[in-house]
């Protein structure tokens, strides 16, 4: 049996600039900012994409914004087995999440889907603390850092990993819950701790990698792709800056504090705004040419998608034919083993549309030319 559990208000504060979700302060900030969470549509992009091989299955879930919504918009029947009060009203708390699952757990459920972010995964743990035999869990990406290798690649994998699941043909593998103090990640410290583990269908390609730390020693390399960047800048181009150990370099080179784990907008170097919101990239984009600079996520290989839901298949459209510069260490691109670099803005036909390959500045006067993939074309 599957079991389904949808953290409302996840990933909220990604398109909002506020590099998090967590608290109810964060979550009004981030919808006063015209931010919304997708958590709900990306439940049913992983559900139809189950109910296109198994159309007669049964899910069980929680009511309404926490898993019966988006089962019965996938054209599934919803068995529910949990009603707290506050789903109707999306205002879920955590540990409506850890009961979600815990009575899934208790009702048979042997894969249970979790959409949300670190700290939805985070509470789905707590709540299996202690089952026996505990069910295997699958993440369905829809928060914002998304560090714990407990998620398929994209809504779409999930489903299918769901549906491979329900023939019967899936190995698990034990994976690390991993959460960072949102508070002090916004104070600069991202210090990922753990938090428990999860059994967790397994397919290369399909379920996400661990994030590998950058070490000390690649210090020099990041300084040097760093500086690569620095001077290929052009004047008048206003420049998204987003989240990373290598763009926190290219800001401490040109003398700018960078916000931790925001999008920051620079032109002829200086700061025009820092951590800006999705609509607020939109309006610069308007005002004059403009790119975004990403770097690669160490162990996972995403380029967007994870931490940078500000730069959106809408900002990645305005930005035109050339919109990413990309920077990072040869290391990192050595890590990977040749798997292509991840694309998942949500919009398919953008993530497409990146696809391919992309040149990748990795020193001072060095580049890579290396492959980019939609997650639903990872080989």
Same mark, same amino acid.
């Given at each position: 049996?599957?079991?389904?559990?949808?953290?409302?208000?996840?990933?909220?504060?990604?398109?909002?600039?506020?590099?998090?979700?967590?608290?109810?302060?964060?979550?009004?900030?981030?919808?006063?900012?015209?931010?919304?969470?997708?958590?709900?549509?990306?439940?049913?992009?992983?559900?139809?994409?189950?109910?296109?091989?198994? %159309? #007669?299955?049964?899910?069980?879930? +929680?009511?309404? !914004?926490?898993?019966?919504? $988006?089962?019965? @918009? /996938?054209?599934? =029947? *919803?068995?529910?087995?949990?009603? %707290? #009060?506050?789903?109707?009203?999306? +205002?879920?708390? !955590?540990?409506?999440?850890? $009961?979600?699952? @815990? /009575?899934?757990? =208790? *009702?048979?459920?042997?894969?249970?889907?979790?959409?949300?972010?670190?700290? +939805?995964?985070?509470?789905?743990?707590?709540?299996?603390?202690?089952? /026996?035999?505990?069910? *295997?869990?699958?993440?369905?990406?829809?928060?914002?850092?998304?560090?714990?290798?407990?998620?398929?690649?994209?809504?779409?994998?999930?489903?299918?990993?769901?549906?491979?699941?329900?023939?019967?043909?899936?190995?698990?593998?034990?994976?690390?819950?991993?959460?960072?103090?949102?508070?002090?990640?916004?104070?600069?410290?991202?210090?990922?701790?753990?938090?428990?583990?999860?059994?967790?269908?397994?397919?290369?390609?399909?379920?996400?990698?661990?994030?590998?730390?950058?070490?000390?020693?690649?210090?020099?390399?990041?300084?040097?792709?760093?500086?690569?960047?620095?001077?290929?800048?052009?004047?008048?181009?206003?420049?998204?800056?987003?989240?990373?150990?290598?763009?926190?370099?290219?800001?401490?080179?040109?003398?700018?504090?960078?916000?931790?784990?925001?999008?920051?907008?620079?032109?002829?170097?200086?700061?025009?705004?820092?951590?800006?919101?999705?609509?607020?990239?939109?309006?610069?984009?308007?005002?004059?040419?403009?790119?975004?600079?990403?770097?690669?996520?160490?162990?996972?290989?995403?380029?967007?998608?994870?931490?940078?839901?500000?730069?959106?298949?809408?900002?990645?459209?305005?930005?035109?034919?050339?919109?990413?510069?990309?920077?990072?260490?040869?290391?990192?691109?050595?890590?990977?083993?040749?798997?292509?670099?991840?694309?998942?803005?949500?919009?398919?036909?953008?993530?497409?549309?990146?696809?391919?390959?992309?040149?990748?500045?990795?020193?001072?006067?060095?580049?890579?030319?290396?492959?980019?993939?939609?997650?639903?074309?990872?080989?």
């Amino acid at each position: 049996m599957i079991g389904l559990v949808v953290n409302p208000v996840a990933g909220v504060g990604g398109p909002a600039g506020l590099a998090g979700s967590d608290g109810a302060e964060v979550q009004r900030l981030a919808v006063s900012r015209g931010a919304h969470s997708r958590a709900q549509a990306r439940a049913t992009i992983a559900l139809r994409v189950l109910a296109a091989r198994h %159309p #007669a299955l049964v899910i069980a879930t +929680t009511c309404g !914004a926490m898993g019966a919504d $988006a089962v019965r @918009a /996938a054209g599934l =029947e *919803a068995w529910v087995v949990y009603d %707290p #009060a506050s789903a109707v009203q999306s +205002t879920t708390t !955590a540990s409506d999440t850890s $009961a979600a699952v @815990a /009575a899934l757990a =208790e *009702a048979g459920a042997t894969l249970i889907l979790v959409a949300g972010g670190d700290g +939805t995964l985070r509470d789905a743990a707590a709540g299996l603390a202690g089952t /026996a035999p505990q069910p *295997a869990v699958l993440g369905i990406p829809s928060g914002v850092k998304m560090y714990s290798p407990v998620f398929a690649v994209s809504p779409r994998a999930a489903g299918s990993l769901a549906a491979d699941w329900v023939d019967g043909g899936l190995p698990l593998t034990d994976r690390e819950v991993l959460d960072i103090d949102e508070a002090a990640m916004r104070r600069a410290r991202v210090d990922p701790q753990l938090f428990g583990m999860l059994r967790v269908p397994f397919r290369v390609g399909r379920t996400q990698a661990r994030k590998a730390a950058t070490p000390a020693s690649e210090a020099a390399a990041v300084a040097y792709a760093a500086r690569g960047a620095v001077s290929r800048m052009r004047p008048g181009v206003r420049y998204l800056l987003g989240p990373g150990g290598t763009t926190a370099e290219i800001a401490r080179q040109l003398g700018i504090e960078k916000s931790p784990l925001g999008v920051d907008v620079l032109l002829d170097g200086r700061q025009l705004l820092r951590s800006a919101s999705e609509e607020q990239l939109l309006d610069e984009i308007g005002r004059g040419p403009a790119q975004a600079v990403v770097t690669v996520i160490g162990g996972q290989g995403f380029l967007l998608g994870r931490g940078n839901q500000q730069l959106s298949a809408a900002v990645i459209s305005a930005l035109g034919d050339d919109p990413l510069m990309v920077v990072a260490p040869e290391q990192k691109l050595i890590d990977l083993s040749g798997r292509a670099l991840i694309v998942e803005t949500g919009d398919p036909a953008v993530d497409e549309r990146l696809s391919g390959h992309i040149r990748i500045i990795t020193g001072t006067a060095t580049t890579s030319l290396y492959p980019v993939a939609a997650p639903d074309l990872v080989p």
